[in-house]
């Protein structure tokens, strides 16, 4: 049991699709993020929220649309993605800003 | 851009080998992390280190970071195919005073 719980672990979705990740933390930390991480790639920021406000958005494309609801819950909405969007997601929860992560399991994307 | 270069990039040994895995940057950071992220799973955090020349050990795992706050290596002593898995660190500091992940270290080791 991390803490951070990832739904779905794996999803295959074509390019016209809609679909949704989710992410939940039960360690009462302040701030979510979203990363991509791609083979032979550092990990990637894509969003951050602190106390349910977007505070940080890393020139991520408007295909992935990142909505917290509460300070437990994140997710990331999915549309009309590429091929190259293909990677595992994950999902992380810090105290605050900077203090070291504690990650979900991902969710492994691909995309026909 | 601040980047945080890891080397080596992958690493195959045999059980009861030693190892160092290396974290260098020419950006100061205030602090540094280091995970270890398993296949099919996310990062876990090994160990955080602030202070230059900060030696941290956990169990066989020995983790310094430099007098300069510039790079950090991780020491593993008689490793174990339990070990195997991905080493990444990740920086504070810099610029813009946000966490930046290096580009890890794949270990494999072999029984």
């Known amino acids: 049991e991390t803490g951070v719980t990832q739904t779905p ?3 295959v979705m074509g390019m ?3 679909k949704s990740l989710k992410c939940e933390q039960h360690l009462g930390h302040n701030a979510m993020y979203w990363y991509k991480q791609s083979a032979k790639k550092p990990l990637e920021l894509m969003f951050v929220y602190s106390l349910e406000e977007r505070v940080e958005n890393n020139s991520v494309p408007s295909r992935f649309s990142p909505e917290c609801p509460n300070s437990s819950h994140l997710f990331l909405h999915l549309h009309t993605l590429q091929p190259e969007d293909s990677a595992l997601y994950l999902c992380a929860s810090s105290q605050d800003r900077n203090s070291p992560l504690h990650f979900g399991n991902g969710t492994r994307l691909t995309v026909t | 851009t601040q980047l945080l270069e890891q080397s080596p990039q992958f690493l195959s040994i045999q059980e009861g080998e030693n190892l ?3 974290c260098n940057s020419s950006s100061v950071f205030s ?3 280091w995970y270890r992220q398993e296949p099919g799973e996310g990062p876990v955090l090994l160990v955080t280190v602030v ?3 900060e030696v941290k050990k956990l169990k066989r795992l020995t983790f ?3 007098d300069a706050r510039k790079d950090s290596s991780l020491h593993i002593t008689a490793a174990q ?3 195997t898995g991905l080493y990444l660190c990740a920086g504070v500091g810099g610029a813009t005073n946000k966490l930046i992940f290096g580009t890890g270290t794949l ?3 072999q029984p």
């Open chain 1, 9 to 11: 672990r794996h999803l």
């Open chain 1, 16 to 18: 016209t699709n809609k």
């Open chain 2, 20 to 22: 160092t895995v290396y």
């Open chain 2, 31 to 33: 602090s540094l992390q």
């Open chain 2, 51 to 53: 202070t230059g020349g």
């Open chain 2, 64 to 66: 310094q970071f430099g």
């Open chain 2, 81 to 83: 195919p339990g070990d």
């Open chain 2, 107 to 109: 270990l494999a080791v």
